[in-house]
T-cell receptor, first 116, second 113 residues
Framework: DGGITQSPKYLFRKEGQNVTLSCEQNLNHDAMYWYRQDPGQGLRLIYYSQIVNDFQKGDIAEGYSVSREKKESFPLTVTSAQKNPTAFYLC???????????????FGPGTRLTVL | AQKVTQAQTEISVVEKEDVTLDCVYETRDTTYYLFWYKQPPSGELVFLIRRNSFDEQNEISGRYSWNFQKSTSSFNFTITASQVVDSAVYFCALPRNTDKLIFGTGTRLQVFP
C-alpha cells in the first residue's frame, strides 16, 4: 500500500532536548511538507521541499530544521530553540507531475509531541 | 494576500440532518484552486476535493456536495443526511505561491445519533 508513515505517533521530550520526527513516503512524490497544528487552529507550514537536497522555510521555521537526502524521506528536527514545541505535527507529500504544483497533498497520521 | 476564513468554529447536528460548512477565501490570483480536507479524530487529514477556479459547476460525490461561487469568493461544503462517521474537523485550503497551502482554522462537526 502506498502512503505516508510518521513515527512515532506520540513523543515526549524534556525541555532543552532536540528531537527528530520521521516522515517516509512511498508515493514517489517530489514535494514534501511539514505542518504544525495547535488545538483549535489550522495547519501552519514549517518547511517544505520540492526536490531532493533542497528545502525552503515555511511560515514558522524558527526552532526547526529539516533534511532531504532521499526522495522518500523528510525528517524534521525540533530543536531546543523552539519556544513552544508541544503540538501535533503532520507530514504531507504531493506530486508535481506535468509541472502542476496544485496537486492535492496527502498526509501522514501525525506525531503528537509533548514537552515535559 | 491569500486568506481562508471558516467562520463556523463548531457545528452540532443530529444524524440525518443536512449541514453546510462555509468557506470564504481571498486571493489576488486569477487562476487558483481550492481544497477541502477532513480530519477525523485519528488526526490524519483526508483529501476530499480540489476545485479549479475556472469550473463553477457544483460538484456532488455521494452525500457530499460543494458549491463554488466566485462572485462571493465562497466554496461551501454540504453534507446531506449526515452520519455519525462524518464527525470530524473540516478544513478549507487555498494554495499560495503555487505550492504552499493556506488552511482555514477548520470547522468541527459533531453528528449525534
Amino acid at each position: 500500500d502506498g502512503g505516508i508513515t510518521q513515527s512515532p505517533k506520540y513523543l515526549f521530550r524534556k525541555e532543552g532536548q532536540n528531537v527528530t520526527l520521521s516522515c517516509e513516503q512511498n508515493l514517489n512524490h517530489d514535494a514534501m511538507y511539514w505542518y504544525r497544528q495547535d488545538p483549535g487552529q489550522g495547519l501552519r507550514l514549517i518547511y517544505y521541499s520540492q526536490i531532493v537536497n533542497d528545502f525552503q522555510k515555511g511560515d514558522i521555521a524558527e526552532g526547526y530544521s529539516v533534511s532531504r537526502e532521499k526522495k522518500e524521506s523528510f525528517p524534521l528536527t525540533v530543536t531546543s530553540a523552539q519556544k513552544n514545541p508541544t503540538a501535533f505535527y503532520l507530514c504531507a507529500s504531493s506530486s508535481t507531475l506535468a509541472g502542476n504544483s496544485y496537486n492535492e497533498q496527502f498526509f501522514g497520521p501525525g506525531t503528537r509531541l509533548t514537552v515535559l | 494576500a491569500q486568506k481562508v476564513t471558516q467562520a463556523q468554529t463548531e457545528i452540532s447536528v443530529v444524524e440525518k440532518e443536512d449541514v453546510t460548512l462555509d468557506c470564504v477565501y481571498e486571493t489576488r490570483d486569477t487562476t487558483y484552486y481550492l481544497f477541502w480536507y477532513k480530519q477525523p479524530p485519528s488526526g490524519e487529514l483526508v483529501f476530499l476535493i480540489r476545485r479549479n477556479s475556472f469550473d463553477e459547476q457544483n460538484e456532488i460525490s455521494g452525500r457530499y456536495s460543494w458549491n463554488f461561487q466566485k462572485s462571493t469568493s465562497s466554496f461551501n461544503f454540504t453534507i446531506t443526511a449526515s452520519q455519525v462517521v462524518d464527525s470530524a474537523v473540516y478544513f478549507c485550503a487555498l494554495p499560495r505561491n503555487t505550492d504552499k497551502l493556506i488552511f482555514g482554522t477548520g470547522t468541527r462537526l459533531q453528528v449525534f445519533p
